[in-house]
């Protein structure tokens, strides 16, 4: 698949499960049954390190903290990224959650994941970019209003912690309510020399 399919899926999939924000970081909708977020990142990434042969990554983030990360394979054009070239780095992540009863179907597949991959072609900057998409039967198993929290427990016995929850939408929750969540990401990654830069 195509870098540019790709990038087009990962815009459709944030705008599917998060309502348009137009220049803000995080949207949610209050007072109803269903509720959603999403925000977008990007920096600027030193590549200090490439390993062609196990694909791994070494990559200095603005704050001066290395991540290793695995070239997904396919990626055909590893060897043209070298140390001293930056990435653009983009992650977006968008939550929606309905509380409501589940469909027989959710029930029946109360996990389900997704996801899609492209690279950037032959005429184009070496990059890449993925999405995947999960959507969850869960439980509320817990809430503070003073700090904000829900605490959720998905099919497969795992807490996550959600945060930023106004106290409005907490009154609105009860302990072993269920809610469907769908959680989707992205990351969009493009190489730019360092003498562009």
């Known amino acids: 698949m195509s870098l540019n399919k790709v990038l087009s899926s990962i815009f459709l999939a944030a705008s599917l499960t998060a309502a348009p924000f137009a220049g803000a970081a995080h949207h949610e909708e209050p007072m109803s049954d269903h509720a959603e977020r999403a925000m977008a990142i990007e920096v600027d990434a030193e590549v200090i390190a490439v390993d062609a042969e ?4 070494v990559l200095q983030l603005p704050t001066g903290e290395q991540l290793t990360t695995k070239v997904d394979p396919q990626v055909e054009r590893l060897s043209e990224v070298v140390p001293g070239d930056f990435l653009v780095v983009t992650y977006l992540a968008a939550l929606a959650a309905e509380l409501r009863e589940p469909t027989e179907e959710e029930m029946a597949n ?32 817990g809430m503070n209003r003073l700090l904000g929290t829900v605490t959720i427990m998905d099919s497969r016995g795992k807490a996550h912690v959600i945060g930023d929850v106004s106290a409005e939408r907490i009154e609105q929750l009860s302990i072993g ?10 990351l969009a990654v493009g190489i730019e020399k360092a003498a562009e830069m």
Request: glycine share 10%.
């Open 54 to 57: 196990t694909r791994e990554m």
């Open 110 to 141: 109360p996990w389900v994941e997704g996801a899609d991959a492209g690279v950037a072609g032959d005429n184009e900057a070496p990059g890449g970019a993925m999405v995947s998409a999960v959507r969850a039967v869960c439980t509320i198993e």
């Open 177 to 186: 309510q269920s809610v469907v969540i769908t959680f989707t990401q992205a």
